[in-house]
DNA sequence: TATGAATGAGTTTTCATTCAT
DNA sequence: AATGAATGAAAACTCATTCAT
């Protein structure tokens, strides 16, 4: 076959872009090293030489997929021309809606077959938004803006189960239930927070009049 | 190889127990088939007697397990002995506290090679408690006990939330730690239901004074 | 389970009735004994009281089979009521269009997967039938209606061919197509026999006019 | 394991010789995968980077070797040197005599454990040979050497039927009865033909005389 | 005669990984 | 950097058959 040199970094995402795909398809299990080479269109061992084990590339695409999430987070968390509570809306939003407009987030993410990706992806999403998310609540709490005695845990319980939430209606089409769940979100965040301030946008398409 | 006849019931039980243990012991992928009947000391074919597949085993065993807890839980619901926030506090510390006293609740389940196994876990308790709960709760808010808007959704959210929560601390050894983690989570729930009459007792050892 | 005693014969009938019906939809190697006995509602070791092996019973099932067409042709064969061309013109109606009501004769028969039973029925039924058909034909060769002269040799090839012939054809649609098929064979078998005095009715619902 | 690597289309072709040799020695259920890579030498993996299954592999090596008959068969159609007659008699020598000088072409053929292969060679080789073969009767037609009505249909007929008698008397030792079947099938042949020009040398060393 | 749990060898297939070129 | 043939261990699953009751 004719031999293509590509640039190092290239060629690796270009293989991690195929992975990627591929996992979220088919699942990361049911996903062969051979799938992945053939959608690039390269040899079989090229693999190996820019990757240690599949494993390994799973970790590499998940932190390269993360990471743009978080670099995000991080700049609306240190936007102080944003008050707090604009901050917090758009930073609850982009979170929760992150992958929206990426063709990547797709249902596939929701099924059985991706338990692994999902849950690592979640794992160090949690891990790496909820330290930056405290520290606006923080913000907030000072401003007295906010007012609950826990935030951490808050957060250590609203976040999980918002992702989980909002997972679940996802793809509801029911513009209905959509709205009355939208607005029970708010109105829990609220609580929690010890506020009234927070309105949210984070499913698409949802009127909010 | 001897051979030993034994009533279908109690093999299939014995399968399932062996089958149990190992995918928490050594996660649901790495265990065999193999694994499985040597442990029990039987022939390979006869799991594919009692069971047909690996994944139908899985389920069968994940059903057996949570079968027992959702029973418990029911009788705490339905019994008219206690009032709301007796009933409720029961209810959630038979809930988060499950396993406790099983030496199948181990570590084990936290582990990455079982996610899979955790997941249907959780999943499957969600659905099966969350009706449960979401009737003390609204019998709590018709005898104003508790105070709140959207109890279906309000449930949705905090009840993984607080599973995650739970599963981060259960084998946290720092007492103190454990404590704060506590109180907070108490001062959430309360919060949640807007009431101040819920007591929490789910960290095992936990003292509440 | 209740255990219901059956006279020997009767049971062995049974079974091979529900083996025959598998054989058939799913093929030989697909059919397993549990299948068969499942259907018949006895148990698995039942069926090795009535027969050795799996294989043992396929020849137990075609034997039956055949035997009756064998029958039918031999009562043929030795009709001295009728003329010689009836009489081969009766043989051949009733050996190929044997089991055509007979549920059993379905397309199925022909499916891949039949194979071995096509063949085991094909080969025994040549067998047997060859001998009582050349008898007709030394009989019509002797009264002159007849005029070949390798009675035997004609019959090895022109039997099998046709019985290959009759299958291509059997569930063709066509109408047309029939008609001329039927035509066909009726002057190939008449120049092979040297006469022009059989006619056929190989093909259900054809008509002669 | 020492690995020796070559080209891949002279490993294919490896491992579908000694496939074939083994489906036709101890049939084709009967031979693994494991007897056909040890034969050659090879690890099992490669078996399936070559084929993607077992069936798949029969497939092939039946193609294989029917493809080269058809290929003397459709040389023999095309070369106008020869007239009808002998063209014809050429033709049917070589269908008939095909896999003689192969060593491939032995008794095992025709064991019941070879009906799969038997039976699948037989089809596509009558599936391939059929028009060719027309196509020369119907010029020996066109030119009044044959006359017959229906040209197609007598090949259907006689097509299968004369395998079917080769093959019954291929490995016959009595000389006395070749000959006998010999001039049978040639005399058959003829009248189906309307013709008796047609001279036969289809058994290996028949004497015509 | 009948039951049905138990046997266990045997088979195809899968795939991450290696390595000579 | 790249090729792609080769490795080989491992695993799930099948099913005819047996046998204690």
Known sequence: M???????EERKNELMDAALELFLKK???????????????VAQGLFYYYFGSKHD????????????????LANIASDNS????????LFIDTFFRYGE??????EDLHKDKNLIIHQKMTDKTIKLATPLLLHII?????KEVFSLSYPEETLEILVPGMMDYIHRYYFCQNKKTLSIKMRAA????????GTCSVKLNI???????
Request: proline share 0%; hydrophobic share 40%; charged share 30%.
């Open 57 to 72: 590339m799973l970790d590499a695409v998940i932190d390269r997929y993360i990471d743009n999430l978080i670099e995000s």
């Open 101 to 106: 407009n990426n063709e990547l987030f797709a």
């Open 138 to 142: 923080n913000e907030g709490i000072h």
């Open 2 to 8: 004719v031999r293509v040199t590509k640039d190092a």
């Open 82 to 89: 944003l008050n707090i509570t604009k901050k917090f809306q």
């Open 27 to 41: 699942g990361f299990d049911t996903t062969t090293i051979t799938d992945i080479v053939k959608r690039v269109g």
């Open 203 to 209: 499913f698409a398409d949802t009127d909010m009049t």
């Open 186 to 193: 708010e109105d829990i965040i609220n609580r929690m927070l």
